[in-house]
């Protein structure tokens, strides 16, 4: 029987599970599991023995077409039901119940084979083997209509201990009591009435059988009856004990105030108490086979708390909430086990539920009473603390951690005291509310985790509990920072205040910067309670010194001993430095920790001074000086006297500002009055007229000499309008003069006045705008007569005129000269056969063009001394290219010349060394009709010129020196280059390349 194979058929994919593992753990073969009735029939075949959950027979009935064919036994849940399903055992299958022992097991398949191989053999022939007959372990025999024993197996001849010859042939009736015959007989009747499989249960002697009777028919009659009996007194005793103990369990589960229900391994609920209805709203029936999940407000979290009794065994107070079938909240508390068979299987979870509404909203009402008491101390501003006779804090707000800087739960458990500078104090003070019962306005200073400190008043009370126990004392403290702030504010703002209203009086009676900066430092000292007190201005030496003018406080040698200096070094870098450097008021709140004021730390602790303020000094917005007070406390300047100290420094520059402004000003009337004495002297002695107009051109003033030039009395022109002493042509002018005054500007000009006796009178006028108070008030002239200059440079010009055409007539006549000698060359040259000598006749007459293009150039300028230089050279090059060139695309010429005027005497020799290159490149550069370039270029650069005359011809041989040669034209152009102070430089590089570089020589 441990081969078999079979088939399970379920959708409970958990049961299928546990099954398999039962079966399997009883040494057969675990079964093989489909989900449904579909493929049964087809693969029912290849098993020995089918095992289906009865919830399919009605679907499974269906597709059943005639008699079943194999094995099967129908499984069925609910043990505790087993007695209610008699009519069950009429039935033609086996029903195996779940969960079931290893001998239910056993025997339910057994019969169930048996059935279908008794069907099996009777269909062939209508007979049992003995093999069939001896393969049940309980009773079995065969028996026909009458009741006649046909056949036996060997378990039923030794449960009656007779042997198979004494009972086949014998009435199964005799075998039995009366009364066991009598019920037997009436189901054997059924059976054949109905030849259907009966299945019944029966006592005898003390035992209890399960008998099934199995009709074997033949054309539809019933013939024989096969009899089983199972000996199942064991499971009934079991089934009484379970039911028993079971009821009683019930008992006490309904009788049970809280709810208890009991949950598959799907979650579904398999069983619960009446109490569940009421925490749910449901019947029981409506309960039992749903979700446990779903009475539950956060299913999830239902289902997290069943996967931990699974995970750990059990929950205890697992806190949900139900929803009530009308809409209410039920507040529960859960404590959940798991609960197993026999073979300690788990069957799932039995839970117990208890009902906490009433004590969640007594512990809601409880927790918001709490909530609006600590709410209450929470929103304190004030921090709050309780503490216990010990002197150990017991409870705080939030206040408390705040200005502590410590949390709750560091602070509760340690020493009221170790949270105050003075921790001595601190313990006198909790100590006294034990004794005196309060205390009021207690001074102490709460230290902060950083090192913050918190100025506190505290009042404090004792507390008692409700037997009237002093339990331990209530303390309140009031933040007074902000009051000792303003208090210590209004004394340093006090004291500065003091130093402003004494020095005021100082500025007032002082007479000199030295005294007025000595008497402010004292005041700052005496007055104000500084320490000390100094003021010195920026020097622009090398170093940048800050020189110490004034100081009060400290003995003189500190100043001495101090080095200030405002320069980008380490010195330069410290209070006073920064201060003049950047214009910004430094504050040093403790010179113990601060970097910049390390070089002067020493003496400052020797000085007993802990922190220091610099000014900077400014004046019309530039920083001179800077002025230092120092304290004797750590962070002793706060923003409001920061303030008034900035005030004060500028009330002393504005002093110093005002006390060199007023000597300045006697120093400037002083000298004003002897300047308007020498003025006035100068003006009245000046050979030069001097006019002053107002703004309407109303003459003010005229001196003595003004009056000599244009011949008028005084009488004659006070008072009367400029424009009245010169002709009409001019008056447009003047008044365009008078404009430009207006506007601010100056200027000097020649200008034409008509003289009492009507002659002109011609003067160079310098002209200046008078203001005051920002506003044109008229205008003060300086005339020089230059009648006389003006009447010599008319004769001048004429003269200069009469000269320029003398000039131009020189130049033309030279010109027409030369031209006269190049064509002389060019008449005798007709006549010459020698080309040698033809060639230097071409060339002399070239050098005479040359020269005569520059006085011809000379003759139509404006400018008789110098000519455009660049544009002689391209009329001249034109010519000579025209008379040495017959192809002109056999040359092509480059040229790049700038504009410059350069003198006669620079211009003729340049030309003719331009004339004698251009010729040589032209006649010699390209022989035998060869194409190539000229390139010509004249330009100025870095203060002289420079001359390139180059072709890309044959070059001149490597034996020839230019320095130092027989030609002509060479010769010329080395003299000539000597002659304008040039230097002449050769390059042999693909071609020919002259570069003469020179500067114009003044003449």
Known sequence: MKSLNVLLVTGDSTEAKKICETIESWGYNSPSVVKSTEKVLNIAYEFDVV???????????????????????????????????????????????????????KSSVEIAIYKQNILKEFRNDGKFSKEVLDAFHDSLFVIDTSGKILDINEASTKRLGRTKNDLVGSNYKDIIPPETAELRGKYIERTIRLNKIIEFEDIRDGTCFHHTLLPLSDNGIVKRIVVNSQDITKRKDDEKAFITINSYNRVLIDASIDPFITVNPNGEITDANKAVETVTGYNLKQVIGTNFSNYFTDPGYALEGFKKVFKNGFVENY??????????????????????????EILGVFAAIRDITELKIAQKALKQANQYNRSLIEANIDPLVTIGPDGKVTDVNKATEKVTGCSQNEIIGSDFSDYFTEPDKAKEGYEEVFRKGYVKDYPLEIQHFDGGITPVLYNASIYRDESGDVVGVFAAARDITKRKKIENELLRANRALRVIRYSDEVMTRATTEYELMNKICSVIVENGGYKFAWIGFAEYDEKKTIKPIASAGFDEEYLKKTRIYWADDEIGRGPGGNAIKTGNTIVCRDVTTNGTFSPWREEAKRHG?????????????????????????????????????????????????????????????????????????????AEEGVWIIDEKAKTNYVNDAMLKILGYTRNEMMGHSFFEFMDDENKNYAKEKLERRKKGIGEKYDFKFIHKNGSSVWTIISAKPLYKNNKFIGSLGMLTDITKRKEMEEKLKKSLNEKEMLLKEIHHRVKNNLMVISSLLNLQSNYIKNKEDFDMFRESQNRAKSMALIHELLYRSDDLKSIDFGDYMRTLIKDLFNTYIHDPFRLKLNLDLQSLNLDINTSIPLGLIVNELVSNSMKYAFPDGREGEINISLRAEDGEYILIVGDTGVGIPDDIDFRNTDSLGLQLVNNLTQQIDGEIELNKKNGTEFTIKFEEASY
Not at 333 to 343: F, G, V
């Open 609 to 685: 001074f802990s922190s220091l303020i610099v000014l900077p000094l400014k004046m019309d917005g530039e920083v001179y000086g800077a002025m230092g007070i120092y304290a004797e406390e750590i962070d002793a300047f706060d923003p409001g006297e920061v303030k008034l100290l900035e005030e004060l420094s500028n009330d002393l520059s504005f002093g110093l500002k005002a006390m060199r402004a007023r000597f300045e000003k006697e120093k400037v009337e002083r000298e004003l009055r002897e300047s308007e004495a020498k003025f006035r002297s100068f003006i009245e002695t």
């Open 51 to 105: 095992l289906m959950d009865i919830n399919f027979k009605t679907e499974f009935d269906n597709i059943i077409e005639s008699e079943l064919k194999f094995p099967l036994v129908y499984l069925k849940k609910d043990f505790e039901n087993r007695k209610i399903d008699k009519n069950l055992f009429m039935e033609d299958y086996t029903i195996l119940y779940v969960p079931f022992s290893f001998d239910e097991y």
């Open 319 to 344: 806190p949900l909430k139900m929803m009530h079938k009308e809409g209410h909240i039920v507040y529960v508390l859960i404590n959940a086990s798991l609960y197993y068979d026999e073979k300690g």
